[in-house]
Structure formats: C-alpha cells, structure tokens
T-cell receptor, first 115, second 115 residues
Framework: AQTVTQSQPEMSVQEAETVTLSCTYDTSESDYYLFWYKQPPSRQMILVIRQEAYKQQNATENRFSVNFQKAAKSFSLKISDSQLGDAAMYFCAYRSARGAQKLVFGQGTRLTINP | DAGVIQSPRHEVTEMGQEVTLRCKPISGHNSLFWYRQTMMRGLELLIYFNNNVPIDDSGMPEDRFSAKMPNASFSTLKIQPSEPRDSAVYFC?????????????FGEGSRLTVL
C-alpha cells in the first residue's frame, strides 16, 4: 500500500519570505500523480498544485512550485513571497494512475505566516 | 458551477442516535469519495464509488457505518448507532474518472459531534 509522510507538523515563515514544505511517499508504481491541498480554517480542501509522475518538469502555479524527485520519492512544496492568506494546513497526497482513484494523504503541515 | 454540496454543515447528537450525512457531487463526475478527518488519524478514506457502485469500503470502521449512492447526484453516509468516537469532520469529494490527474473536488465537510 502507498504511504505519504509529511515530517513537519508545523512550519512558520515571515510574510514575503519563502518556505518549503516536505513530503515523501512510498510506492512500487511508476505511474501516479501527486498533489498539494490547502485547508484553511474554513476547512474547505483546496487544490494548490498537481504533478504527473511521468513529467520531469516541476509544476508551478504562480507563487507555488514543487521540487519533484522521483527516484528519491520526494515531493516538496515551495511557497514564494508568503502572504497572510497562505496560512493553513497543507496536505500532500498521492493517487495511482491505474486502478484505485482514491487519494492517500499525508498527516499535514500547519503553516503559520508571521506579519 | 456548483461545487460538491454537503449537508448538514454541523450536527450535534447524542450517543445512540442515527446520523445521516448527505452529499451532492459535481454534475458529470462519476466517482465519489467519503473521507473522515480527525486530529488523531488525519484524513482517512471510508468508501468510494465509481458510477454509483461501491468499489472499496475497506475504510468503513464497522457495521455501524453504511453508505449508499442511489443515483449519480446523491450519496448518503449513515451511522447507526452513533458513538462519541465518531466525532469528526466528514468530507465528501467527487472526481471525473478518466486518464489524467482526476483531481478530487471536496465539499465543505460535515462536522459531527456525538455527546
């Protein structure tokens, strides 16, 4: 079974600075997808960014980018120019490209933005 | 477009009572997922459906939990009888099952408190 590990329960960053959230995963599959979801206090789960394992290029979405290291099974999220609205729980998630469509989530990292 | 709609948003009940949580997925989506979120266990998949058919219910805690999807636009998660340890936020999510990232779209969750 696939597992996702986020080793940082909490992180904090000064507003306008850059922060990186870590995620590692374990799988025997070669074709899969990885996601970062954001959960603000409103508790709505919002997709931040996605990465297809077959793509070598790291995904970017405005101030959010990932560092995808397939061999190391690592998938970190970098937030540049942090804003107060970025404060939330961030979840890393894995989905197989074949068979089961379910998302397997990590434990989450609580990100605090200091003004 | 309307997102995933869950009801109720909050439910407080007493131990032993029946609880029914409801979900309306995004129109056109053919996969539906029920997740439970607690501080101790994080986000756990309870069950998911493809084309209204339950595919994997291995995450359903015990016989007190049941889920149905009578049609493509409606699903219920029922707990009978409820217990205090069932207190959690229950999320419904839907996706379009196809080749591609097939991201999950989440509802706002139903917060259940069992006294």
């Amino acid at each position: 079974a696939q597992t996702v590990t986020q080793s940082q329960p909490e992180m904090s960053v000064q507003e306008a600075e850059t922060v990186t959230l870590s995620c590692t995963y374990d799988t025997s599959e070669s074709d899969y997808y990885l996601f970062w979801y954001k959960q603000p206090p409103s508790r709505q789960m919002i997709l931040v960014i996605r990465q297809e394992a077959y793509k070598q290029q790291n995904a970017t979405e405005n101030r959010f980018s990932v560092n995808f290291q397939k061999a190391a099974k690592s998938f970190s999220l970098k937030i540049s120019d942090s804003q107060l609205g970025d404060a939330a729980m961030y979840f890393c998630a894995y989905r197989s490209a074949r068979g089961a469509q379910k998302l397997v989530f990590g434990q989450g990292t609580r990100l605090t933005i200091n003004p | 477009d309307a997102g995933v709609i869950q009801s109720p948003r909050h439910e407080v009940t007493e131990m032993g009572q029946e609880v029914t949580l409801r979900c309306k997925p995004i129109s056109g989506h053919n996969s539906l997922f029920w997740y439970r979120q607690t501080m101790m266990r994080g986000l756990e998949l309870l069950i998911y459906f493809n084309n209204n058919v339950p595919i994997d219910d291995s995450g359903m805690p015990e016989d007190r939990f049941s889920a149905k999807m009578p049609n493509a636009s409606f699903s219920t998660l029922k707990i009978q009888p409820s217990e205090p340890r069932d207190s959690a936020v229950y999320f419904c999510a839907s996706s379009l099952r196809r080749r591609g990232s097939g991201e999950l779209f989440f509802g706002e969750g139903s917060r259940l408190t069992v006294l």
